[in-house]
């Protein structure tokens, strides 16, 4: 109920006001996790490790339609690194120009270092090094960020856990091949 100020009477009206129109809202779009994940170039699966929450759990919470808690929206704020307003769905709006612009050179961070990775050749080697540095220069937490993944998920040795310390006999792998 809203309270509408007196006029001449000295009386004061209550009523209803409707709400503002929101289309996001009526079309069911409360956030946009998903393209916002997918513009800084964040796999669901780097997402699972960081918030320690499931894959499944994660793509019901990306649904546009999803009611998140606002834990799980801050949850997901921190590990995109953006500013929670960015996460919400206004009508007609799309990323701010401050977070396309992080997003673009994330993207041109993981190239220039998966060039510099993968690359034989010295000069270019050299050039994507440079690249790299400039990149890091102009927003210094991409210094940690790695290049674009060829095959499968690159890990750490810190995250291969008890899997690498555990020996394996080549009979059992033999014994396996056979059956």
């Known amino acids: 109920m809203t309270m509408v100020p007196p006029r001449e009477t000295g009386r004061t009206e209550s009523r209803s006001l409707p709400p503002p129109p929101n289309r996001a809202a009526s079309e069911g ?17 780097a997402v699972s490790r960081q918030m320690g929450t499931e894959i499944r759990r994660l793509r019901e919470q990306e649904d546009e339609a999803a009611d998140l808690r606002l834990s799980d929206l801050y949850r997901w704020q921190e590990v995109l690194d953006v500013p929670v307003e960015e996460l919400l769905v206004e009508p007609g709006t799309t990323l701010s120009q401050p977070i396309m612009e992080r997003a673009r050179l994330l993207r041109l961070m993981k190239t ?16 994507a090094q440079v690249m790299v540095e400039q990149l890091v220069e102009m927003m210094p937490e991409l210094e940690s960020v790695s290049g674009w993944h060829t095959v499968g998920q690159r890990r750490r040795l810190d995250e291969y856990g008890q899997v690498v310390e555990r020996c394996i006999s080549e009979d059992a792998l033999y014994h396996h091949c056979d059956d």
């Open 29 to 45: 779009r409360l956030h946009r996790i998903a393209s916002v994940r997918e513009q800084q170039g964040v796999s669901l699966r």
């Open 112 to 127: 220039a270092t998966s060039i510099l990775e993968s690359s034989r050749s010295p000069g270019i080697q050299r050039m």
